[in-house]
C-alpha cells in the first residue's frame, strides 16, 4: 500500500492539470485527476484522498458547489480551491467558503501549490487523531482547522473583508512545527532523517552548514549521494540491529556538495511513523589534528 499522500486534482484545464500533476509526482504525491465536478464527487466516494484541488470554473459545476458536497460527505477532507478570481470572499456564499482549507489566486507558483497540500495533509492528521507526545495540539475531530488564506500574488483585503484568524488548532500546530525546527536548527550537531528508500526527509541546519547543502537539496539526495563508503549490506545490517533495540554508533565518510570529504561519528535511531520506518542520524564532525602541528 502506497504511504504518498493521495491527491484529487480537480481542473478542465488539460494544460495545468498535466503539468501540475507531473510536477507533485516528482514531489513525492500520489495524484488521480479529474475535469468535472461531477467526476469529483464519484471519485470521492469510491477512494480516499489527503487532500482536494478543485478549480472553481468547472465546465458541469460551479467549484463552490462541489465544495459544499465534498465538505458535507467528508468533513475530514481538506479542499483546497484554486480560483483566478480575486474577490472569491467577495462572491461566494462566506458559509460555503469557510469549508475551504485555502484558495489559491491564479497564476499560483508550484512550490506554493506543494506548501499548501503539506500543510493541508498536516491538518488532516491533527483533526483525525492528533500528533502523539505530551506536547502535541489538543484537537476536536470533529473536523480540520481551516486555513482560508488568499494566495500571496492577491491583492490584500481590506480591513472590512481580512478575516480574523483565532489561535486554531493549526496556529498552535504550526508554532509546534515552528518550535522544533527552530530547536533543532540550533543544535550543533547535524541530524538527518531518511525513510525507507534512504531518501532523505530532514535536514537541520548544523547538517546543511557541514554538507553545502541547502534542506531543499538535501531532501532531493538519498543516504549513498552523502556517504561514499554506503554499503547495502552493512546498511542493512544496521537496521536489523535498530529494530531489535541495540543502539547503533559508528565512524563514517560525509561527502559535501563540492567533493570534500570529512569523517564523521555518526548516531542511528530508528524511528516508526504512520507505519513507516525512518532513520535518524545525529552527526558530528571528527576534528583531525593539523599535521606538523607542536603538541
Known amino acids: 500500500m502506497s504511504t504518498k499522500p493521495r491527491v484529487l486534482f480537480v481542473d478542465d484545464d ?18 488521480e485527476t479529474v475535469e468535472t465536478g461531477a467526476a ?8 480516499s484522498y ?19 458536497e465534498l465538505s458535507q460527505a467528508h468533513p475530514h477532507l481538506p479542499v483546497i480551491l484554486l480560483t483566478a478570481f480575486t474577490s472569491l470572499r467577495n ?29 493541508a495533509c498536516l491538518a488532516r492528521q491533527v483533526a483525525l487523531g492528533g500528533l502523539p507526545g505530551p506536547s502535541a495540539p489538543t484537537v476536536p475531530n470533529e473536523t480540520f482547522p481551516s486555513l482560508l488564506q488568499p494566495s500571496p500574488t492577491e491583492a490584500p483585503l481590506n480591513a472590512a473583508t481580512r478575516p480574523r484568524f483565532n489561535l486554531t488548532a493549526y496556529d498552535r500546530l504550526a508554532e509546534y512545527v515552528q518550535l522544533m525546527q527552530f530547536a533543532f536548527d540550533h543544535v550543533p550537531e547535524g541530524i538527518l532523517v531518511a525513510d525507507s528508500d534512504k531518501r532523505l526527509r530532514f535536514a537541520n541546519q548544523a547538517a546543511c552548514d557541514a554538507l553545502g547543502y541547502t534542506q531543499e537539496e538535501l531532501q532531493a539526495l538519498r ?35 563540492n567533493g570534500q570529504e570529512f569523517p564523521i561519528e555518526i548516531s542511528v535511531y530508528l524511528l516508526n511513523f504512520q507505519g513507516q520506518e525512518f532513520t535518524c542520524a545525529v552527526t558530528q564532525r571528527i576534528q583531525v589534528p593539523s599535521e606538523g602541528k607542536a603538541g
Not at 14 to 20: G, H, N, S, T
Not at 62 to 67: A, M, S, Y
Not at 95 to 107: E, Q, V
Open 91 to 119: 462572491t461566494a456564499n462566506p458559509a460555503i467558503l469557510d469549508r475551504a482549507f485555502a484558495y489559491l489566486t491564479k497564476p499560483y507558483k508550484r512550490q506554493e501549490v506543494k506548501s499548501a497540500i503539506h500543510r
Open 14 to 31: 488539460m494544460d495545468i492539470l498535466l503539468a501540475l500533476s507531473d510536477y507533485l509526482c516528482q514531489e513525492g504525491f500520489e495524484v
Open 223 to 257: 543516504i549513498p549521494d552523502i556517504a561514499p563508503n554506503h554499503d547495502n549490506e552493512k546498511f542493512r545490517q544496521r537496521l536489523e540491529s535498530l529494530r531489535k533495540g541495540q543502539p547503533l554508533s559508528y565512524t563514517s565518510i560525509h561527502r559535501t556538495k
Open 50 to 68: 489527503d487532500v482536494v484541488l478543485l478549480d472553481v470554473g468547472l465546465p458541469d459545476r460551479d467549484g463552490i458547489e462541489v465544495l459544499n
Open 40 to 47: 469529483a464527487l464519484q471519485k470521492s466516494t469510491t477512494s
